[in-house]
C-alpha cells in the first residue's frame, strides 16, 4: 500500500515552453501533496504544500506564477513548470500523505527536468 | 524553527557489520521523526517514525533507529549490513502542527563494501 506514482520520469524540454508533472496516490486518498526539488547531492527543498480543492502554499523564495500547482482531486496534483528556463533543471519529487489517518509522506519516484 | 543535522556525508562499512548513521535535530516542542532512504535517481522510501512512545523504533528491511531526548538524536542502526543497504539515508523531523511538513537533513551516503 501507499505507492505514489509520477508522470513524466524523465522529460526534455526548450527553453521558454511548460511542463507539467503528475503526482498520483494509487491507493490512498492524499488530503495533502507536496513538491519538493532536490540538486544533485543535496537535499530536498520543499517547495509547496498542496491541499485538495484549494490553493497550494508556497514556501518562501518559490515562485508562484512560475511554478502552478493544482491538487484537482484526492489522488492527484500537478505541478506546471512555466517558460521553464535551464535552470529550472532539476528532480522534481511529490509526496503525498493522508492527513485524517497517517502522519508519514509517501514520496514518488521523481521526474528529472532537463531544460535546454 | 526546526532543523535536522546529519554530520556525515558518507559512512563506509563492511558487509556485515553494524552500521550508524547518525541524526540529531533541534525543535521547540515534541518533534515527529523519520528515516528515509534513497536510491539512486528515485524518490524517498519511508522507513520507520518516531512519534511517542518507546524509545527504540524498529522499521523496514531491519533497520531501527534510537530517540534519545536529551541528546536530541535519532541515529540510525543496523545490526549486519548488507551491500544492498548502499543508498544515500534522509533524517526529517517534523511537528504536529498544520500541514506537518517535513525538514530534512542534507542526506548521508552510506557505502557497504562486500
Known amino acids: 500500500g501507499a505507492v505514489v506514482s509520477q508522470h513524466p520520469s524523465r522529460v526534455i524540454c526548450k527553453s521558454g515552453t511548460s511542463v507539467k508533472i503528475e503526482c498520483r496516490s494509487l491507493?490512498?486518498?492524499?488530503?495533502?501533496m507536496f513538491w519538493y526539488r532536490q540538486f544533485p547531492k543535496k537535499s530536498l527543498m520543499l517547495m509547496a504544500t498542496?491541499?485538495?480543492?484549494?490553493?497550494?502554499?508556497?514556501e518562501q523564495g518559490v515562485e508562484k506564477d512560475k511554478f502552478l500547482i493544482n491538487h484537482a482531486s484526492l489522488t492527484l496534483s500537478t505541478l506546471t513548470v512555466t517558460s521553464a528556463h535551464p535552470e529550472d533543471s532539476s528532480f522534481y519529487i511529490c509526496?503525498?500523505?493522508?492527513?485524517?489517518?497517517?502522519?508519514?509522506?509517501?514520496f514518488g519516484p521523481g521526474t528529472r527536468l532537463t531544460v535546454t | 524553527a526546526q532543523s535536522v543535522a546529519q554530520p556525515e556525508d558518507q559512512v563506509n562499512v563492511a558487509e556485515g557489520n553494524p552500521l550508524t548513521v547518525k541524526c540529531t535535530y533541534s525543535?521547540?516542542?515534541?518533534?515527529?521523526l523519520f528515516w528515509y532512504v534513497q536510491y539512486p535517481n528515485r524518490g524517498l522510501q519511508f522507513l520507520l517514525k518516531?512519534?511517542?512512545?518507546?524509545?527504540l523504533v524498529k522499521g523496514s528491511y531491519g533497520f531501527e533507529a534510537e530517540f534519545n531526548k536529551s541528546q536530541t538524536s535519532f541515529h540510525l542502526k543496523k545490526p549486519s549490513a548488507l551491500v544492498s543497504d548502499s543508498a544515500l539515508y534522509f533524517c526529517?523531523?517534523?511537528?504536529?502542527?498544520?500541514?506537518?511538513?517535513?525538514?530534512f537533513g542534507t542526506g548521508t551516503r552510506l557505502l557497504v563494501s562486500p
Open positions: 509526496s503525498a500523505r493522508d492527513l485524517g489517518t497517517s502522519i508519514v509522506q509517501y
Open positions: 498542496s491541499n485538495e480543492g484549494s490553493k497550494a502554499t508556497y
Open positions: 525543535v521547540s516542542g515534541n518533534p515527529y
Open positions: 518516531y512519534i511517542t512512545g518507546d524509545n
Open positions: 526529517a523531523v517534523s511537528m504536529n502542527t498544520g500541514f506537518q511538513k517535513l525538514v
Open positions: 491507493d490512498f486518498q492524499a488530503t495533502t
